[in-house]
């Protein structure tokens, strides 16, 4: 007799679950997170059409079928504005993409959610065919509904209720922590569905691959140029340096590094002092998938998840990974490596 699949699980039933450890609750959250889950599936089968973009015509023209072709990360955003909260779940939707968060009007619903993201993370890579992600972070509303405000919007990452990330590469891969653990799940792309494959992830220790675009040493402050020579070189009571490994999006290599170990740097430059990533919707979702799978996220002077965002689009140095080799960093940027 053949043998039928394991005990497969979907991404919703899984989340279900969640909401069945909250007795009591609305179901509000459990609907968001399904909205997310909708539009990964949308976004990423429009991901995998982006190599005929050229046969079928260029962005800004119309395509065979007489539409105009949008940019992929405006389309990812669109996807996103209209998948979210479409059951009043939500009173702010921010994103990466816009210059200004979208305050929900009250009369859509209760509205307890603040939901931030980066829809198409590392897009200048798709025309490649190089992995990009999504990156979603959700926080509770803390005002009054009627008065929401940026005390809603500008909350630290320690205050997330969820965050996750999509990963579209050879597969589609869904990662998501609501504070219990980080699962992820991959697209079966014959029934659509998100199918759990990663369950409880948690990241080694430390990790032997250092991930940083060092086109740019020449403009680092210098104390991260002696952190990255150390890295490559070998630090006091490791064995030999660590490999070099940078494909240059962010959701790509984090999550490379968050299965094999392994840590990734986008360090302050003489053009980009608080270096080039948004702490609210790449920097502290992914700290927050850091910690719950054990590792570690650090602006270099202290935890990302501590950090209250002073505007939507604030930008932050960010070393995350494996937590002791972040640990490391992080002692050795603020009481200098050459002590330790
Ligand atoms: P984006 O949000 O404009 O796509 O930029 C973020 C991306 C990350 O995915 C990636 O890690 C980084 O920018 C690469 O930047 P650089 O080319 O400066 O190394
Ligand atoms: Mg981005």
């Not at 009591?24 to 459990?30: E, L, N, P, Q, V």
């Not at 009007?105 to 939901?115: F, N």
């Not at 940026?150 to 909350?155: A, G, I, R, S, V």
Request: aromatic share 8%.
């Amino acid at each position: 007799m053949t043998q039928g699949p394991g005990n497969l699980q979907t991404i919703e039933s899984h989340i279900l679950e969640l909401q069945s450890l909250h007795p009591g609750a609305s179901g509000d959250f459990t609907g968001l997170l399904n909205d997310i889950t909708l539009a990964a599936r949308i976004i990423g089968r429009e991901v995998t059409k982006a190599g005929l973009v050229d046969i079928l015509g260029a962005t800004g023209e119309k395509n065979v079928q007489g539409e105009v072709v949008q940019k992929l990360d405006d389309y990812a955003n669109g996807v996103f504005m209209n998948c979210l909260g479409r059951r009043g779940q939500v009173c702010i939707l921010g994103s990466e993409e816009m210059a200004d968060p979208v305050y929900v009007p009250v009369s859509q619903g209760s509205g307890r959610y603040v939901v931030i993201f980066d829809p198409l993370d590392g897009s200048s890579n798709i025309d490649a065919n190089v992995s990009v992600g999504t990156i979603f972070g959700i926080w509770k509303r803390r005002s009054e509904r009627t008065h929401v405000g940026e005390q809603d919007l500008l909350q630290p990452g320690r205050d997330l209720v969820a965050a996750g990330y999509i990963v579209y590469g050879s597969s589609t891969m869904f990662v998501y922590s609501a504070g219990h653990g980080v699962h992820g799940f991959t697209l079966d792309p014959g029934i659509g569905e998100f199918l759990l494959s990663h369950e409880d992830i948690k990241t080694p220790f430390n990790g032997h691959v250092y991930s940083v675009n060092e086109g740019y040493a020449g403009h680092w402050p210098p104390e991260v140029r002696q952190v990255v020579e150390t890295l490559k070189t070998g630090r006091p009571g490791r064995d030999g340096g660590m490999s070099g490994r940078y494909i240059g999006s962010l959701v790509a290599d984090f999550h490379r590094n968050l299965l094999y170990g392994g840590t990734y740097l986008y360090p302050p430059t003489g053009s980009m002092p608080r270096g080039k990533l948004r702490l609210t919707c790449e920097a502290a979702p992914l700290a927050f998938i850091a910690e719950q799978a054990g590792g570690y996220a650090s602006d270099g002077q202290g935890p990302i998840l501590d950090i209250t965002p002073t505007d939507l689009h604030m930008r932050v140095p960010l070393y995350i990974g494996s937590r002791e080799d972040v640990l490391w960093i992080e002692k050795c940027l603020s009481e200098s490596c050459g002590k330790l």
